[in-house]
């Protein structure tokens, strides 16, 4: 049982160049979640879905795309890459929002030089 | 909306001392409320949660949490800390109905010194 999987673990980019995070969950999980982890700033929600075929906007956006491509996969891009967005990202995962507790990946550090 | 505040960002101290993390939220309706800890290089991990009932929460490691409706915080504490405690606490809110959001504070971490 897997749970939350996050693909890649590292990655270091330049400014400019575009990527998209993986997530994939094997829990059958309706809600997924997208953070940035920061020092200092805690861990901020980029976008979420509620359910397979919605997705809103959370705390920091900005710059940011995302992709429920089914029930299990929910990924992130990165267009066009700057320097404010090294970060380490985690995904998240929620049955539904009565069974209230997230399941986490192990994150994805990624460099923007 | 909600919001999560947790005014210590570091907490140094003894091993086998009390302890408590600080967390105060802010919502306009009823909420659920959690603590997630995070190892050095690890995703979180859910230490408990309050949905309902009980005010007086008890989670894994020995920790436990209280609900204070009037004080809007939930502060979690430990006895007796060992150095494995050692990691950054989060504290996080949801909310029964409405939005899909889940909001984490700034986090705490938590140092423990032989």
């Known amino acids: 049982n897997a749970g939350v999987t996050q693909t890649p673990k590292f990655q270091v980019l330049k400014t400019g160049q575009s990527m998209t995070l993986q997530c994939a969950q094997d829990?059958?999980?309706?809600?997924m979640y997208w953070y940035r982890q920061d020092p200092g700033m805690g861990l901020r929600l980029i976008y979420y879905?509620?359910?397979?075929?919605?997705?809103d906007k959370g705390e920091v956006p900005n710059g940011y795309n995302v992709s429920r491509l089914n029930k299990r996969e929910f990924s992130l891009r990165l267009e066009s890459a700057a320097p404010s967005q090294t970060s380490v990202y985690f995904c998240a995962s929620r049955r539904s929002r009565d069974n209230t507790e997230a399941f986490f990946g192990q994150g994805t550090r990624l460099t923007v030089v | 909306a909600q919001s999560v505040t947790q005014l210590d960002s570091q907490v140094p101290v003894f091993e086998e001392a009390p302890v408590e993390l600080r967390c105060n939220y802010s919502s306009s309706v009823s909420v659920y409320l959690f603590w997630y800890v995070q190892y050095p290089n690890q995703g979180l991990q859910l230490l408990l949660k309050?949905?309902?009932?009980?005010?007086l929460v008890k989670g894994i490691n020995g920790f436990e949490a209280e609900f204070n409706k009037s004080q809007t915080s939930f502060h979690l504490r430990k006895p007796s800390v060992h150095i494995s405690d050692t990691a950054e606490y989060f504290c996080a809110v949801s909310a029964p109905s409405g939005t899909y959001k889940y909001i984490f504070g700034t986090g705490t971490r938590l140092k423990v010194l032989a």
């Open positions: 829990m059958n999980h309706n809600s």
């Open positions: 309050y949905l309902s009932g009980s005010t």
């Open positions: 879905s509620a359910s397979e075929g919605t997705t």
